[in-house]
């Protein structure tokens, strides 16, 4: 069990659904979820505070701008664009509260930092 779960006294089945609607309500394809949740994962390992969905949708986030999609007329686009506005309002936090409190930690704890920087 991580501290991030037991401190919010949530199970993993409680993020899964609550993660799984933040991805209903964004349209988001599959692929790019199942990355997130990898990424997520991988991240507990670092003492993370805050609600797990917090550090969900920053693993979506980073999961969203690193894939590469192949559009309609064939090319290839890097990022899977999201409502970001979407994607505050269903977890609850301001641009502020997002970006200060857990966007610019996850990107030093994921080592993402240059590539944050450009979105």
């Keep these: 069990s991580s501290g991030i779960n037991a401190e919010y006294g949530e199970t993993e089945h409680e993020w899964e ?3 799984t609607n933040l991805c209903l ?3 988001m394809d599959e692929a790019t979820k199942i990355d ?6 991988t991240a507990q390992d670092f003492n993370l505070d805050g609600k797990p969905i917090y550090w969900l949708a920053c693993a979506l986030y980073d999961s969203c701008f690193s894939r590469q999609l192949v559009t309609i007329s064939g ?4 990022g899977n664009y999201i409502s970001f ?5 269903t977890i609850g936090l301001s641009f ?3 970006v200060h ?15 944050f920087r450009d979105h």
């Design 17 to 19: 659904t609550e993660f």
């Design 96 to 98: 502020g509260d997002f």
């Design 101 to 115: 409190k857990y966007l610019n930690v996850w990107q030093i704890t994921a080592n993402r930092t240059d590539e």
């Design 85 to 89: 506005t979407q994607l505050l309002k």
């Design 75 to 78: 090319e290839s686009q890097k």
């Design 25 to 27: 309500s964004l349209s």
């Design 36 to 41: 997130a949740i990898k990424k997520f994962q």
